[in-house]
Nanobody
């Protein structure tokens, strides 16, 4: 499966964006999706994980309560709704697939099929 993130842009602090992650290729296999972000000069960090069913989600402390992951498997699309954005949310956002199950699988090393990221810029 190949994933491609989109929907990034520039917003002011307090604004919202919705990112999309569209899957193509072998979408017949169940896969969980993780969202990660990487700011300039920093390591890639975990943002959110959503299970194949969409019933189980995980969030980093930095975004919990502001970001919400969801998915529409009929459209092979996963979403990340980002509200109350802060300047520190500025980064390139990536989505990736994990074909193994486990809510604790939050490291980038657990994920494959990384797509190109989408830039999110939040100004103060």
């Amino acid at each position: 499966v190949q994933l491609q993130a989109s929907g990034g842009g520039s917003v002011q602090a307090g604004g919202s964006l919705r990112l999309s992650c569209v899957a193509s290729g072998r979408t017949d296999k169940d896969y969980n999706v993780g969202w990660f972000r990487q700011a300039p000069g920093k390591e890639r960090e975990f943002v959110s994980r959503i299970s194949w069913s969409g019933l189980t989600t995980s969030y980093s402390d930095a975004v919990r309560g502001r970001f919400t992951a969801s998915r529409d498997n009929a459209k092979n699309t996963v979403y990340l709704q980002m509200n109350s954005l802060k300047p520190e949310d500025t980064a390139v956002y990536f989505c990736a697939a994990d074909f193994h199950f486990g809510a604790n699988r939050l490291s980038p090393a657990h994920f494959t099929s990384w797509g190109q990221g989408t830039q999110v810029t939040v100004s103060s």
